[in-house]
Structures are given as C-alpha cells and as structure tokens.
C-alpha cells in the first residue's frame, strides 16, 4: 500500500504542531486509561479483530480474531487473534515487536502484515498511543482462537518504509491538525473512505472521495464522500449522530464496517476535531 504526499504533508504538519507539548488532561491519563478510550472508541481494534454473531460481538472474545475479514480477487484476510494467548495470539510478543507490527507492519518472524490492515497509516501513531494500544492489549485476556492466515495474490511489499523512529502528536488545541492525526493514523476514516487504485486507496489523488465497497453479511456497503462535496448537505450535529448512532438525519441506517458501536464512545472534542478536518479537505466528485 503506497501513501502518497498529501498524507506525507498532514503528518509533517502534525509532526510541527505536536513540537508544543500536551496540555489540559490528555497529559494525566495514564497509559491504560489512553489505551482503553482509544481501543473502545476512534481506534476500534476490535472492529476488526473481534469475531461477530447475528447480535454483534461474541461475548467473551475481545480481539480473539475474525476469519474471512475481507474477501476480494486479490486476497482473502482473516484478522488475527491479537488478544495475550501465547499459542494462537500475540501474548509472548514483547512490546517493541507489537508496535512494530503496527506501526511497520513487521511480525517478529519477520513476515510482513498486508491489507487491510493499514500500516501507511499507522506508521504516523504518535508515540504515545501506540503504547497506550499495547498497554491496553497486554490486559485483554487470552483466548485460545486459531485463524487461518492470509492469501494474497498479489506481492506484498518488503516493507513499508523505513523502521519508525519516534512519531510527535498534536495537541489538541490545533483543532485541524488535531483531527488529521485522529480521522488518519488513528481512525484510518480516510482509507476507508478514498476509492481503491491499483495501489490501494487512491489517498493520494481521491482522498475521501468514497466509493470503497466493503462485502458481508449485511450485502455490499459503499464508503460515502466525506469531503465538502458529501458532507455539505448536513450539519455537525447531523454528523456526529451519524458517526455515533449509524443514523442519518432521513432515518436510514449505515452499514458496517462503519464502527459506530465504537465512536458512540469518542469525545466530543474528538468528534468535532474530525469533522472540522473533514470540512476542510479540497471537495473531490465521488460518492455522495
């Protein structure tokens, strides 16, 4: 998956901002306590990585994996268990080699993690709360759950990049690089919402263009505009209904993998950050 300069911008502008420190109470929370708003809220491992029944995630599973995430010509994915079973999950990882298959994409055999998990992104997780994520991790509790591995039929990358050093974080009192960093890195909303290239997500030149399609039980669901050209028709208080709820102002009701379960959970400072972002992306014709 290749991310191209508009993505590199944001992160450098973020990169800049960040140089001014944490203020207010993010700067109190402890590790856990980041890990567990971010998992249960914008992050949403569990999306993902949680197996799902008929009436939604099956109890006693947390991120205990899901088969058949993603089902496509080019590949077929299962999310791995990702909870401290030391057989079938990641619980004999040390930290280092978590935040590296996160933020590089690298297991600690040295294999590479493909889409869609979304690495381009989660290179730029501060580093805060990449630890925060694995503080949260290391108190799931194990369960013994088998997934198969990936297939894909296309060559993965040898590596995303170059071995992530250290990543800044904006404070949130730069509202726009702010909800950058959480609507990218943090919620990939902008991977799941620009149409696919042959490179992945056209970030590059349709940055939330929408028009992804995402298959499942439910049928086919297609990610939405939330550029200007999408998102003009409503209000903030329209929009935050629709992230948290998964209703729109006409009463229709979005389909997964939109994680509105989760984002019911987030800030809303968070909430009015990301769509404050949004607002100000360039308006791209797509989706609406």
Same mark, same amino acid.
């Given at each position: ?27 109190? /929370? ?33 991120l205990a994996g899901m ?32 935040i590296a298959a996160i ?12 889409? @869609? ?30 997934? @198969? ?47 696919m290239s042959k490179k992945?997500?056209?970030? /590059? ?18 990610? !939405? ?12 208080? /329209? ?19 939109? @994680? ?12 009015? !950050? ?15």
């Amino acid at each position: 998956m290749v991310y191209g300069a508009k993505l590199r911008g944001l992160t450098l502008a973020a990169g800049l901002a960040a140089m001014a420190g944490f203020v207010g109470t993010a700067a109190a /929370e402890t590790a856990l306590e980041r890990g567990a708003y971010l998992m249960r809220s914008v992050v949403a491992c569990g999306n993902c990585h949680t197996p799902k029944g008929p009436k939604g995630e099956l109890p006693g599973m947390e991120l205990a994996g899901m088969s058949n995430l993603d089902v496509r010509t080019f590949w077929t994915t299962h999310a791995p268990n990702i909870t401290q079973d030391k057989e079938t999950g990641i619980g004999a990882w040390s930290d280092a080699q978590i935040i590296a298959a996160i933020r590089e994409g690298k297991r600690p055999d040295g294999t590479i993690i493909g889409p @869609p998990m979304p690495i381009g992104l989660y290179r730029n997780l501060s580093d805060r709360d990449v630890r925060a994520i694995v503080a949260y991790l290391r108190q799931v509790k194990p369960v013994k759950n088998a997934i @198969p591995k990936s297939e894909y039929k296309i060559p993965l990358p040898p590596a995303y990049g170059p071995p992530v050093i250290t990543v800044a974080e904006p404070p949130k009192s730069d509202k726009l690089a702010y909800g950058a960093y959480l609507a990218g890195p943090a919620a990939h909303c902008i991977e799941c919402h620009s149409p696919m290239s042959k490179k992945g997500p056209d970030i /590059e030149n349709q940055l939330g263009a929408g028009g992804l399609q995402f298959k499942g039980p439910w049928g086919v669901s297609v990610s !939405a505009n939330i550029t200007p050209t999408g998102l003009g028709k409503y209000n903030d208080a /329209e929009l935050k209904d629709m992230i948290t709820t998964g209703k729109r102002a006409n009463g229709t009701h979005l389909k997964p993998p939109m @994680p509105y379960p989760y984002y019911a959970h987030m800030r809303d400072e968070d909430l009015e !950050a990301i769509i404050a972002y949004l607002r100000s992306l360039p308006a791209k014709q797509g989706l609406q």
